[in-house]
């Protein structure tokens, strides 16, 4: 638990039972400036960021199987059998399987997103059919 006093940050160490509040609460009271609680944030966020970023790297190898891509695209699973037949989705064959990386399924979905106009080219559009 904290309360913000004066800038500084104290922290009261509750323990199993009033005897070690009181004890915390008397003696062992430490003070943070807010620059020192910036730094260890800082230190913190850098000790994280390579377990962040293995974690992702971990869920963008995610295998899917044609149920589960089914599943994860919201299509039905003739519709990824038809796609694979025609060599029209990213797979991995292993002998009767078709298997599915989700970082390369996710990349292929992202080459047909529709990019959507800028604000300026709506206003063009309008402005033009003003002037006729």
Avoid at 48 to 70: G, M, Y
Avoid at 106 to 129: E, G
Wanted: with cysteine; net charge positive; proline share 3%.
């Amino acid at each position: 638990m904290s309360d913000m006093k004066s800038g500084c940050v104290w922290r009261k160490i509750i323990g199993g039972g009033m005897d070690d509040y009181n004890y915390a609460r008397g003696r062992m009271k430490t003070e943070l400036e807010t620059h020192d609680i910036e730094a260890i944030a800082l230190r913190v966020s850098e000790y994280l960021k390579p377990l962040i970023t293995a974690n992702r790297k971990q869920e963008d190898d995610t295998i899917f199987d044609v149920e589960a891509l089914a599943a994860y695209l919201r299509v039905d699973k003739n519709w990824i059998y038809q796609r694979t037949r025609k060599n029209e989705i990213p797979y991995i064959k292993k002998g009767k399987y078709c298997l599915f990386r989700k970082s390369i399924i996710d990349a292929w979905l992202n080459q047909d997103a529709v990019k959507p106009l800028s604000p300026f080219h709506i206003f063009k559009k309008q402005h033009i059919r003003h002037s006729d």
